[in-house]
């Protein structure tokens, strides 16, 4: 229950934010919501006078509008009628819509008669502003329909039926194609209306009108059911047994809070009612699901409907646990100074800019991580959740940055690759584990199982190391900037798995090192580089190193043998510019014990022999150029 009270703590903490809506984009906005309220995508737009007399309507494309709600209209479902209080479908709010040609399931359970009479509640109690009363006083009259029919919102044919679906047989008699149809309604007897009152004194939309937000929840808890201990605050509250669905976009039917199932296995031999199991206040579980909603919207990471949030309670910001060193160096505007031979005055900066998120304050804030998903369309999930110190987490982060740090340089700055030391993304490790076309759903599950190496400095899991060694190991297998990628970013983790086993390996070359495999990467380097060095430029074919890597991985005693071997033209085409190269091979043979040079498989240590082998090579030819 930790984290419905941090979400509940987060609402009341951003009480400023409530109704306000904050676009995101061209086409996407998000609000945090104020208790007993939803929104809803609005087709037509109604304006009342003050006196409570129709005075216009216009036809809107998708308005998300913020639409007070109770328990059961949320709820609401199949054959089900249950009103929203104010706007709603035209079925609902419409008293002449069985005349125009609409229908109901049940004559004696006719949508509007429960939806006049919830209103007249509401605008008959202390509570109700004049608004309300001014709706309520038109809808009252029952001809809607027959108002937007005359302003042209709403079509009928020559029958004064409603026109369910237009085709081009109408176009002849009425002329052309109107709004509504194109308004994103299915038809017009479902357009979902929103009314307005235009009042010379208060000049705020109604569905943006702090006083009718008021006005709702003081009338609506008023009608709350019995008060219960509230096993989130401790505090005894209305409490309720319906839960928030819409958690992550408008047509989201799963809930992370439901108990429904009466007649099932769920309080079998344990209890009878669901309050005896939990018990959660209704101004708890609205308020926290309403925070939930808005920093999902605002800054959450959904991949295959699995929603990665992180956030702080002071809504302070804080740097997300997938970014790569360069993402977190975006964050700031300091100038790097990148050094080519040891990455330390890059991972220095990153550092910095993680320290950028550190502040002084009398109070300790912290910092909430949460992954939900759903198994199915009515049941949601928390998979992971922690709550820690933000000084802690930040801690936890650099340390992540630092262990898993590797140079790497597939990231873009213009048109150009730039090189950059550091952790990889998240994401980037699932597509070097599983290749680029890994689905979403392994994306996702490989993200989720990485949140622990990262917050509670758990080891990298041995399959996900195992899987990127063995890609990385396959060059012919992909393109060569793929490989590239994917090689970096296994040496990142290779790296951070012998760290954890107190072993410390740099990018920079280590000429001291005796270590088998990593002196078999070297030779392999070397071989490399030399083949490359003989071709022609526009030649970009695998050299015999880069072909045999795989197998010499598996056999490197036997494989060396046929990688040497097929150097010799190469050497002889490149003559003394060769010699250094082959003095190279010599001395890193000589490294060997005699007994180690075999057929047994290579660590994956020898990947960093190679890696950083062929780096130190190439950094010398770019100095003896310059």
């Not at 490294?591 to 498989?601: A, D, G, I, K």
Request: proline letters at 4%; charged letters at 30%.
């Amino acid at each position: 229950m930790s984290w419905l009270l941090h979400l509940y703590e987060t609402y009341e903490a951003n009480l400023d934010q409530v109704g306000k809506t904050v676009k995101k984009g061209e086409d996407r906005e998000y609000t945090l919501l104020p208790v007993s309220h939803t929104t809803q995508n609005a087709h037509i737009e109604v304006t009342i006078d003050e006196d409570g007399d129709f005075q216009d309507a216009r036809v809107l494309s998708k308005a998300s509008t913020l639409i007070p709600c109770t328990d059961e209209a949320a709820s609401r479902s199949g054959s089900k009628v249950a009103p929203y209080p104010l706007h709603d479908k035209l079925s609902y709010v419409a008293g002449d819509f069985l005349k125009y040609g609409g229908t109901v399931k049940k004559q004696d359970n006719v949508p509007f008669d429960a939806y006049i009479n919830q209103l007249a509640e509401w605008a008959n109690s202390p509570y109700a502003t004049e608004k309300v009363t001014c709706i309520y006083t038109y809808l009252k009259k029952g001809r809607l329909i027959e108002d937007l029919v005359s302003e042209r919102v709403l079509v009928v044919d020559e029958n004064e039926q409603l026109i369910e679906k237009w085709d081009k047989t109408y176009e002849e008699k009425i002329g052309e194609k109107p709004a509504i149809f194109s308004s994103g309604a299915t038809d017009q007897f479902s357009a979902f209306v929103r009314f307005n009152v235009y009042h010379p004194e208060s000049l705020d939309d109604v569905w943006k009108d702090t006083d009718m937000y008021d006005s709702f929840i003081a009338y609506y808890r008023d009608k709350l059911g019995e008060e219960d201990i509230c096993y989130v605050t401790g505090e005894r509250l209305p409490s309720t047994e319906r839960h928030a669905n819409k958690i992550r976009h408008a047509a989201d039917k799963a809930k992370l809070i439901s108990a429904n199932d009466n007649t099932g296995f769920t309080f079998r031999g344990r209890f009878k009612t669901s309050r005896e199991a939990v018990g959660i206040s209704y101004d708890v579980s609205q308020k926290a699901h309403n925070a939930l909603k808005w920093l999902i919207h605002r800054q959450g990471k959904t991949i295959d409907n699995r929603v990665f949030l992180i956030w702080s309670n002071d809504n302070s910001p804080v740097p997300n646990l997938d970014d790569d060193a360069m993402d977190i160096m975006a964050h700031t505007t300091r100038e790097l100074e990148r050094d080519p031979d040891t990455g330390e005055i890059f991972a220095g900066e990153v550092k910095k800019a993680i320290a950028g998120y550190r502040h002084d304050l009398d109070y300790q804030p912290e910092v909430n991580i949460l992954v939900i998903d759903s198994a199915t369309t009515g049941r949601m999930a928390v998979l992971y959740y922690r709550h820690l110190n933000k000084e802690l987490y930040l801690e936890r982060l650099e340390q992540w940055h630092d262990a898993c740090a590797w140079e790497h340089r597939y990231r873009k700055d213009g048109k150009d690759f730039v090189s950059f030391y550091g952790a990889p993304a998240t994401k980037d490790i699932a597509f070097a584990a599983y290749g680029p076309r890994a689905s979403e759903k392994v994306v996702k599950g490989l993200m989720e199982r990485m949140l622990p190496c990262i917050v509670d400095k758990r080891s990298i899991p041995q399959d996900i190391v195992r899987s990127a060694f063995q890609r990385a190991s396959n060059p012919v297998s992909m393109e060569r900037w793929e490989w590239e990628k994917t090689l970096s970013i296994t040496c990142a983790l290779i790296r951070k798995m012998y760290m954890e086993k107190k072993e410390e390996w740099t990018v920079p070359l280590d000429k001291q090192s005796t270590d088998r495999s990593y002196l078999f990467g070297r030779l392999l380097a070397v071989a490399d580089v030399l083949e490359r060095g003989a071709l022609n430029k526009d030649e970009t074919r695998a050299t015999n190193a880069i072909r045999y890597m795989n197998s010499f991985s598996k056999n490197p005693g036997r494989t060396w043998k046929t990688i040497q071997e097929s150097l010799q033209p190469y050497q002889a085409k490149l003559g003394t510019k060769a010699t250094y190269l082959s003095k190279l091979i010599d001395e890193i043979s000589d490294q060997f014990s005699v007994e180690e040079f075999n057929n047994t498989p290579l660590t994956e240590k020898y990947l960093l022999g190679f890696y950083s082998q062929r780096r130190d090579l190439y950094k010398k030819k770019e100095e003896e150029t310059n």
